[in-house]
């Protein structure tokens, strides 16, 4: 599967092709490609890192690490549903 370095670099390049498309056929210049291909990567990257940084995205990290770790929540009601969520054995509510 991909990393996710190669997801968002596959993302940003066909984005740059359907510009260039775009720029080809006379629909936009070359600036304004330029423009909304880079402020279209930013408003998505930056939408992912706040979403994958949520407490659920930082304990599915946490848990998927190749170290094997054990990762306990605090025995809140928060803390068991980022479990539910996360849905991983190795992610435990702390008793």
Do not use: H
Not at 48 to 58: E, P, V
Not at 67 to 83: H, M, R
């Amino acid at each position: 599967m991909f990393t996710m370095e190669q997801f968002w670099s596959l993302v940003r390049t066909l984005l740059q092709t359907a510009g260039a498309a775009l720029v080809t056929r006379g629909y936009m210049d070359d600036g304004s490609m330029q423009m909304i291909v880079g402020a279209t990567m930013t408003l998505l990257t930056t939408g992912y890192s706040l979403y994958i940084r949520r407490k659920a995205g930082l304990v599915a990290s946490a848990a998927a690490l190749p170290e094997g770790i054990d990762v306990k929540l605090k025995p809140t009601d928060a803390g068991q549903a980022i479990k539910e969520q996360v849905a991983d054995p190795t992610v435990q509510v702390a008793r």
